[in-house]
Each structure stands twice: as C-alpha cells, then as structure tokens.
C-alpha cells in the first residue's frame, strides 16, 4: 500500500468520523457479501477513498421511499454518511438538500458532467396510463426523466419491487398503469434489487462492484445480482427442519407458531421466493432479524407474480421438495417374530412339497419295477434300462 | 415343431383345479387389502426387512424355478441337443408363468408402486442400478417369454402363415432368452455384492456371488424340468420321460460339483469355514443347505441311479430346495440389518397366503394350458387309455397332491 493511498483512506475515515479500521472493516464485509475475496475488500476500499466518486442520479417514482429509507439504516449511524461519500449522490429527492429548480438543475448538471458515466437508480413504479400523468416532477412526467435520464446512464438500477415488478402500484387492477423499469426502456440492461424493502448491502454490493471493478454482477434470467437472488428463502431458512420434519404454525399464535414451527401453513411463500433474507438477515443485529425470524410469513416481495399478486395466506408453491405426508416414526417397528399360524403354515407348505415328492417317487418306483418285471420277463439279463432306447416306464 | 404336440383332452375342472382356484382366490382377497391398506397391514415387513418372503420366494427364488425355459434353451438350442426338443414346450409354459408371476410379485411389494413406470423413462434411469438391470431384463424375458410360446396358439388356432413367418426369426428371439436371463439371474447375485457386509459372512462371496447365482438358476432350471415332467407322469398319467430326464441329471451333477467345489473354496479363501462349525443359526441353516446340495449330488454320481426317475426326482427336488434355500439364506436368513439389530422377520400368515396362491395361479394356469394348447409331446397320449384302466390306485391323489406339493 503506498503512502499516498494510506493517506488517502486516513483522510477519509477522518471525513466520515470513522476509524481506519472500521471502515476497511465495513469494505471487506461488502465483499464477503458479493462473495469476493477480502482482498477485494481493500480494493474497494482505495476506491471509495478516491476523491473521484461514480456520481449518482436516484429518481423516485410511485414509491414509498421506502428503500431509501432501508438504505439509510444499513448499518452503524455513521454509515449512512458513507453511503452517500463513496458515490457522489448528486440527485435524490428524498436525500438532496436542494430544492425546486436548484434541485432540477443540479440533476442536469452532474447528466451533462457526467456523460455515459452516471449510475441511475430508479425507486417505484412508473405510471404510463394517460401519458404518464399520475407522477410528475419539475413539470414533467416521471416517464419522461426515466427516458430522459436513462439516455447517456452507465448503469441502470431498479430498486425496489415497484422498479423492478410494479409493486404495490401495480397491484389489482393497476389504476395508473404502473409498470416497472426494464418496461419503459426495453432496450437497455437494468439491474434489478427487488424487495419491499430490498436489503440494502445488496443493493451496496452491486453498486461498490461497479465502483471498484467497472463491472456488473452476474444476473439472473429476471436481471437480478445472482449472489444475492441465487437460491430460494426456503433453502437456507433455519426453520427448514420444522417443515422437514412436518411441524407446522397452523394458526398466529397458537402453539407451533409461539415454537418458532414452518410457517408454510399460514402462507409463506419462502418455498418460491429468491432471496438471500434467510442468510443476510435485516438491520445488523443478527438472532433471526427478518421477517420469517419473527414469526411473519415471507410474502414474496422479491419474486415476481409472488409478492402483490398472490393472497398473502395463500399456500405457496413448493419449488423444491413438498413435505411428506406421512413421516417415519421415532421408534421403528422392529417386526415380529413367527406366530404360530404363519409356522405352521410355512410348515405345512414345507410338508406337502416333501409329501407329494414323496408320493411321486412312490408311484414313479413302482412303475419303474414293473418294467423291470416286464423287461426280466422278456430275458433281459441285465433287469436295467437300456442307455439311448425309449425306455417305458409306464406309471403303474 | 407341429405334431410334435398335442393339447390333453381332458375335463378342464376336477378337484386338484378346484382346490387351486380356492388358494388363488384367497391370495386375489389378500392381495385386495394390500392395495387398500398398504403393505403394512399384510406383511411383517419393517424398516430393517424390507424384503419378505414376496421377493425373496416370488422374485429371488420363483424366477430360479422358472429357469427350466433357459436351461433347456442352453442344452437344445446352444448345444444342439435336439433329443431334449419335447420338453422345451412345457419348460417354456412353466417359465411363461414363473416370470409373468414373479414381476407381479415384485410390483405388489413395491410400496410406491404407483411410481413404477419410471423405470423404463430413459430419463430416470439409474445406470449404476443392479435393480435397475434386473427389472428391465425380467421385463423383457417376459416379453421373450411369450413370443417364444407363441407357436403353440398360432398351432392352435391354425395360423400356419403367421407361424411359418415367425419361425423364420425366432432364432434371434431364442438368442436373447438365452441372453437376458443369463443377465439378469447372475445380476440376483450383484445385489447381494450390493448388500455388503449385511450378508452374513456364510453367503457374502463378494465377486463370486454371481457366479453362483447363475450356477444354482441353471441347476434350479434342470432340476425343475425333472420335476414338472415327473409329476406330469404321475399326475396326469403319462408315459415317463426318464431316459431324456438322466441326461440333465448328469448335467446337474457336473454344475453341482462346480458349485460344491468352488462354495468351499471360497469359504476356505475368505477364512470363513469356522462360521460353518460355530453353532449359531445361520450355521445350522448354512449345514442343512450343503446337504441339500449333496444328496443330489451323491445320487446322481450314480449311473444306476440316474436311470430310475424316482431316484432322479429326489435329486432333483432336493436341488430345488437346496437352490431355494441357497437365496433364502443369501437374501432373509443371513441378513442382519444393522449391528446389535433388534430387528426381526418371519412371513406373516397373509404374506405365505399370497405366495401359496402365486404358485397355485402358476399350476392352475399350467394345468389348464396343457388341456387346451399344444404342449406336452404328442406320443404319451396314446398310452394315456391303458394307464387309466390298469391301475385305479394311481388316478386321483398323485395329481391333488402335484398341485398343492409346488406350494413351498
């Protein structure tokens, strides 16, 4: 590490009111989550404390600014100051302390400095029903700065379940003809972190990818980050065995959902949502802190078709294995041993075979002798059966 | 082949089919609770079990004694001993039926039977399976099975054309009866490699075990043909075969002392001969196994005893129960589930019902067949008149006693 760069990482640890050590350590567990090396993690870190920051347009449509909010909270008080110094956030209507005009031009500032090297995040749907109309900003319709915005962006992010799917906007009969982000720009390739919220280091793991390596995740067939949307909630849920197992919370409160049994009965689609909420868990206090671990049926707000379309006491599609119906007993039945009907039986059997062969033989002796008889009869010396010639032993 | 054969005109219902049909029917109802209820409220079956009497009697060992077919397909057809020709039908008859019955068996066994079909998806086949080699093989000799039986009801029903067209390839459907069971009795003794070291040391032969199973189906196969002719004398009263029956007799003896020779060998080469002499059960069964493969053995080393069908069926029955026994013991008796095991196994009365009525469908069905297919050999008919009137004793109690005898 050269001295420059070590200073650099001081400096800003000293910004951000943050220790050197704290922050190298907060880099290398965004890698781990990407699944990167922690060496990695220090890249990241030289890239964060560059002064030249990705800088960052956040445009808000139908939503609920919920992933903002989620985002802010990711983790310690200091770091949400971080998220918003490692990338230069030059436009966000819920974070920006401009206002009016002054915010509007500074978007239109950092779109002209930034030319095809901004990273633009769309949060919440985009109303396309009677032009657009239900979502305006600056006088313009939310579709138009989508367009307008996704034109020279680097990199295109739809946070959130409404950029991503529609969401809760385009719920039912979708009053404003909501529609999600890859939508509205067909042509370009989003990168979509679906949630209600979306977990936020999911969303900072793809983002410091960019920032570090200039590359984006691998995605999957419905353009979300593998590393976070790769296996099914139900895969890596700790109360997987209890669905083993066949041990089901039936009703809210009753005896297995106060045991912290499978929620599966009361209709959570973990079994068919991807996600990574069972391993990375929310808030950073660790013990369980997600929905599931609460005792709150996972609703499926990352899969499509899941999340806002399906009953949320709706049975779930099991994707992977169903849980048996019938489950192997504790104490396995060791058998028995003969009764005395089933020995006898098997004797009998035994005896009759014996019985018959031997009155077979009988039969087959006596009418082997007469035909000796017959043959000694006929001067035969030797009273044998002569090897080759048809013998006839008649049966009497 | 026609005019070699000729169906027996005999009444279609006595009392010896009667009896039989009753011991059908009661397996039929049996059977019917099975499938309403489940393999459990029939069988002993357990977790350390899962094989009973319905494989190891109606698979393992109903498909040895359904190797007359194969046995005598290897003497006529391989080696071209065409003297032996008569006995192919009723060989293949009996074989027809021991295989049909015996895949049956296997599917009624299965606890999930309804998942059956999967074995012949190309898909979900496991190719490491022993299982898999032996279902598809026995399928497939069932289907062999009956094409190779088709010239009797194409003689039957006079269709000269069709029989003379199939004549002309049966050839190639010979070669694969002779194949597949070849295949599939030897792979009976890969399941028992499979098994391990659950296979008491008296009967794990690791390597060898299929070799001996193909040895015991092929001896199983002649002995049953000894037998079947032998009842069929007695029971419906037709001349004696003895002087075709010694020359498998002699056969039998020399796979018996194959079978002897390298049994003790092995034992002697694993160090497995004290197990022999240790008191314990599986000792005891182990001792009265081997004396069930020497007596016929000793008999048939005899010439003077070869010639005498009696001492020939002796021989021969003792080979089938020494035969039986042999998987028996492999499968069920030598098995130990698992160490200090509490599990144990014994057929429940239903489950012996069901085999019983298994063999009794088989001889039924045998007996009905040879009055209304050409099977057995035509020249024994005519002989037929004398030995009803010559001797009153013989007409009624050997048949009876044939059909329920085939029961063990």
């Known amino acids: 590490m050269s001295k420059s760069t070590e200073q650099q990482l001081e400096d800003l640890a000293a910004r951000l009111g943050l220790s050197r050590r704290h922050f190298l350590k907060f880099c290398t567990g965004v890698a781990a989550t990407l699944g990167l090396s922690s060496t990695a993690g220090m890249q990241m870190a030289h890239a964060v404390s560059q002064s030249r920051r990705p800088s960052v347009i956040w445009l808000s449509g139908q939503e609920c600014t919920g992933c903002t909010e989620s985002l802010l909270r990711s983790t310690h008080p200091t770091l ?39 990273v633009m995040v769309v949060e919440g749907s985009i109303p396309t029903k009677d032009g657009g109309i239900y979502c305006k900003i600056a006088g ?3 579709l138009q700065h989508v367009q307008e915005t996704a034109e020279h962006a680097a990199a295109i992010i739809a946070i959130g379940s409404c950029a991503s799917w529609g969401g809760v906007p385009s719920a039912g009969m979708n009053p404003t003809g909501a529609q999600p982000v890859h939508e509205i720009l067909p042509d370009k390739t989003i990168i979509n972190i679906p949630g209600c919220p979306p977990n936020p280091y999911n969303f900072l793991a793809t983002v410091l990818q960019y920032v570090t390596f200039g590359t984006l995740p691998e995605l999957d067939e419905k ?36 045991k912290g049994y499978c929620l599966y009965k009361l209709g959570c689609k973990g079994p068919e949502t991807y996600a990574n909420c069972s391993t990375q868990e929310f808030g950073d206090v660790g013990g369980g802190a997600w929905p599931v671990g609460v005792g709150a049926p996972c609703f499926g707000c990352t899969e499509q078709g899941v999340g806002f379309t399906k009953a949320l006491h709706e049975k779930s599609e099991v994707t992977t294995h169903s849980p048996p119906d019938i489950f192997p007993p504790i104490n396995a039945e060791t058998g028995e041993g003969a009764s005395a009907v089933s020995a006898g039986l098997l004797g009998a059997v035994i005896g009759a075979a014996a019985g018959a062969t031997a009155m077979t033989v009988k039969q087959l002796g006596k009418a082997e002798k007469e035909a000796e008889k017959d043959q000694m009869a006929a001067n035969n010396p030797d009273g044998q059966a002569v090897p080759g010639k048809d013998t006839v032993n008649e049966p009497q | 082949m026609s005019g070699h054969h000729q169906p027996l005109n005999r009444k279609l219902i006595t009392l010896p089919t009667l009896v039989l049909a009753i011991l059908s029917f009661i397996a039929l109802l049996i059977l019917a609770k099975r499938f309403a209820l489940g393999l459990g409220s029939v069988t002993n079956l357990n977790d350390g079990y899962p094989w009973g009497i319905w494989v190891v009697y109606d698979v393992v060992v109903g498909t040895g004694f359904a190797c007359g077919g194969y046995a005598l397909a290897l003497v006529v057809y391989i080696a071209n001993k065409g003297k032996y020709h008569p006995l192919v039908r009723p060989a293949l008859l009996a074989s027809l039926f021991g295989y049909t019955l015996g895949g049956i068996s296997a599917f009624i066994d299965m606890g999930r039977y309804w998942n059956f079909y999967n074995m012949f998806l190309p898909e979900q086949m496991n190719l490491n399976s022993v299982m898999l080699e032996v279902g598809l093989c026995v399928t497939a000799y069932c289907i062999v099975l009956f094409i190779e039986f088709m010239p009797a009801l194409l003689e039957h029903y006079q269709l000269e054309k069709a029989k003379a067209r199939l004549d002309k390839v049966l050839f190639i459907i010979i070669a694969i009866g002779v194949l597949l069971p070849t295949m599939h009795q030897s792979s009976l003794g890969s399941l028992l490699i499979a098994m391990g070291f659950k296979v008491d040391v008296l009967w794990q032969s690791s390597y060898l075990m299929p070799l001996f199973a193909i040895l015991t189906a092929m001896t199983m196969g002649f002995s049953i043909v000894i037998f079947e002719a032998s009842f069929v004398t007695v029971g419906l009263k037709r001349d004696s075969e003895a002087h075709l029956l010694r020359g498998l007799g002699r056969i039998i003896q020399v796979l018996l002392g194959v079978v002897l020779i390298l049994r003790f060998g092995d034992l002697l080469y694993r160090g497995a001969l004290p197990a022999v002499f240790n008191g314990s059960f599986k000792s005891f069964m182990f001792l009265i196994e081997t004396a069930l493969f020497v007596v016929p053995l000793v008999i048939l080393s005899s010439g003077k005893h070869r010639n005498r069908g009696s001492m020939l069926l002796i021989a021969a029955v003792s080979m089938l129960f020494a035969g039986a026994l042999y998987r028996f013991n492999a499968f069920l008796i030598g098995w130990t589930p698992n160490a200090g095991s509490s599990y144990v196994y014994f057929p429940s009365a239903e489950e012996l019902l069901v085999s019983i009525g298994i063999v009794a469908m088989e001889i039924l069905g045998y007996l009905l067949i040879v009055k209304w297919l050409p099977i057995l050999p035509a020249h024994a008919e005519v002989k037929k008149q004398t030995a009803i009137k010559t001797d009153p004793s013989v007409n009624k109690p050997p048949a009876e006693q044939a059909s329920v005898e085939v029961g063990s």
């Open chain 1, 80 to 118: 949400e100051t971080l998220i918003l110094d490692m990338i230069s956030l030059d436009y966000s209507e819920a974070l920006c302390a401009a206002a009016g005009h002054q915010a509007e031009a500074a978007r239109h500032a950092a779109m002209e400095e930034n030319k095809g090297k901004y």
């Open chain 1, 140 to 142: 313009k319709t939310m």
């Open chain 1, 223 to 258: 353009n979300r980050p593998r590393f976070a949307y790769g296996r099914i909630i139900h895969e890596n849920c700790e109360r997987r065995p209890h669905f083993d197992a066949g041990r089901f919370a039936s009703e809210f409160g009753d005896e297995g959902h106060r």
